[in-house]
């Protein structure tokens, strides 16, 4: 006659507690195992941010003519999200740090995307090479790119993100250009929001 164990439950109909798989505690997790986590977490966020954007531009009929002026990719920092100006469409006027309506209101979208993410994230203004008109004050391609940096820092605050979560912002003037073969070429202006990968400390 078959007899059922009479030590606990039968393991192949009943696991028991004993068997089953709780979450790790994060206290006991070694530093490359916090790593990893933090990896596949910022893998899964970045798809689904990435996603929304896209997805925003192409249903949004004032932002859908933009979508060729974003760039997403990553890199070793996390994901960056680029606006690029072009020869008919810029986020400023020239000279100036006051962001024009299209642009304020792709920020506005980028900002509702980010404001679930725990990442913190970092800006940086660039220019072309074309220099200021008129040098009153002192101002030039590195002011105007770092104050453009610092309007669009203030435009994601305003639409959600914490100030907490801001982490670097800066210009570089046209050290770093998109096209490097032509210093003027209108899409070396452009906004740079990286979204950088989690500390897992």
Do not use: C
């Not at 469409?89 to 979208?109: R, T, V, W, Y």
């Not at 979560?165 to 070429?185: L, M, Y």
């Amino acid at each position: 006659l078959f007899r059922s164990s009479e030590g606990g439950p039968n393991p192949d109909t009943d696991p028991g507690p004993e068997n089953e798989n709780p979450a790790p505690d994060p206290d006991k997790l070694t530093p490359e195992q916090k790593k990893q986590i933090a990896a596949q977490a910022d893998a899964e966020n970045f798809q689904k941010l990435e996603k929304e954007i896209k997805q925003k531009l192409s249903e949004n009929k004032r932002l859908e003519q933009l979508k060729d002026q974003v760039a997403i990719s990553r890199d070793k920092d996390g994901l960056r999200i680029e606006i690029i100006d072009k020869a008919d469409f810029a986020m400023f006027p020239s000279g100036s740090n006051n962001m024009q309506g299209k642009a304020a209101a792709l920020i506005k979208e980028v900002a509702n995307s980010l404001a679930s993410m725990p990442n913190k994230v970092a800006i940086r203004g660039h220019t072309d090479a074309v220099p200021f008109q008129s040098a009153e004050g002192g101002r030039n391609n590195w002011s105007l790119s770092a104050d453009r940096a610092e309007a669009t820092r203030q435009l994601l605050e305003k639409n959600g993100i914490p100030p907490d979560r801001f982490t670097r912002i800066e210009g570089v003037a046209d050290t770093d250009p998109f096209n490097p073969k032509d210093p003027r070429d209108p899409r070396n202006r452009r906004m740079s929001i990286t979204v950088l990968n989690q500390d897992p400390n």
